[in-house]
């Protein structure tokens, strides 16, 4: 009797694991989940069990970003962000005209957040006033802007100036965000970044042909009646450009108002902020972002939900600005106010 219980143990033991149809299992815990009750029941592998392979980045084109193997000369950038990751990681849409927001862990680098998101280092230090690529700490929340530039190997003649007037960008800019020492000359065949750089169409005929919608990056499908104005009665002092942006002119102090219902995922209320100075971001239901910079001051706090209309901040000129003003970008949505002529007080389409 014993060998006979013997005999049928060890042959459903051969059997359970030829088979794999009764697996041992562990209690595990999810180790990126902020909820208790993502604990569950998982099958322990054995030598059979395939070998968990790295998750593929969800952009086929990883060389998109602001990257050191683009070298050609004087060439339009327009740098991807990167996987959206869980809630802790990333707050915001993952799309490459979209800003994202990390939440830095015990030892991550610098390097390795710009590899995530496919941006250049120097993208996370110039947006976020950082001192240098080990100013990082556990906690610490970051931007990740999708910078939009021109990739320039530097030339016998050209000087910071000389660039910003070229390329409509601006000096101080270019060389905060390559690491230059803006009283020294600039090394010729050097290749540096300018941030916000546009490259003028050679005649008007030739920019009708390839001027398409978003102008740098960031726009999309109209959404007729979606947006509203953000500063009603203000006149349009620039036209696209940009990331999708329009320039409202107005009095320092003016209410800026939120221009569809969303949640708020930027609030920054101090410092250049890659020349947004004081700036918002909100995320709307329809999965576009709307961003308003060079305020005075901010209204509203991230994860606050907004209404339609509410005041959000007021009018300034901090960052890159040359006057009070309301710089009102669209991304992932075409912008309201893409067809109204210069000059005009337009009502958003």
């Known amino acids: 009797m014993l060998e006979l219980c013997a005999a049928l143990a060890a042959g459903f033991a051969i059997f359970t694991f030829a088979t794999g149809s009764l697996p041992a299992r562990a209690h595990a815990f999810w180790p990126f989940s902020t909820n208790a009750d993502a604990s569950t029941n998982a099958p322990i592998p054995d030598s059979k069990t395939p070998v968990l392979a790295a998750a593929v980045n969800i952009d086929p084109n990883p060389f998109k970003g602001i990257a050191d193997n683009q070298t050609t000369s004087d060439n339009a950038l327009v740098a991807s962000s990167g996987p959206g990751g869980t809630a802790v990681d990333a707050v915001g849409a993952t799309q490459s005209d979209r800003i994202s927001v990390y939440v830095t862990r015990p030892g991550d680098t610098l390097s390795e957040i710009a590899g995530m998101y496919n941006v ?126 329009i320039d409202l002119g107005s009095a320092r102090g003016t209410p800026i108002h939120a221009a569809a219902n969303g949640t708020v995922i ?56 040359t006057g009070p003003h309301l710089h009102f970008e669209v991304r992932g949505a075409a912008n309201p106010f893409r067809n109204c002529p210069k000059g005009r007080v337009c009502a958003p389409e």
């Open 120 to 245: 250049s280092v120097n993208t996370i230090i110039w947006a976020n006033n950082l001192k240098g690529i080990k100013d990082v700490h556990p906690g610490d929340t970051l931007i990740i802007l999708p910078v939009s530039g021109v990739e320039r190997i530097v030339q016998k003649g050209d000087t910071l100036k000389s660039l910003a007037k070229k390329f409509s960008a601006d000096a101080a800019e270019i060389a905060q965000y390559n690491g230059l020492d803006p009283t020294e000359p600039l090394e010729v065949g050097t290749t540096i970044i300018i941030p916000g750089g546009e490259i003028a169409a050679p005649t008007p005929q030739a920019r009708a042909s390839t001027t398409r919608e978003p102008f740098l990056g960031g726009g999309g499908a109209a959404q007729p009646g979606y947006y509203s104005n953000p500063i009603p009665g203000a006149i349009l002092t620039q036209s696209l450009h940009g990331w999708n942006g």
């Open 266 to 321: 930027i609030a920054r209320g101090g410092g250049w902020n890659g020349g947004y100075g004081n700036y918002v971001v909100i995320v709307h239901d329809n999965g576009s972002q709307t961003l308003y910079s060079h305020m005075r001051s901010v209204a509203v706090s991230p994860g606050q939900s907004v209404l339609s209309g509410q005041t959000i901040g007021y009018v300034g000129s901090t960052g890159l600005s």
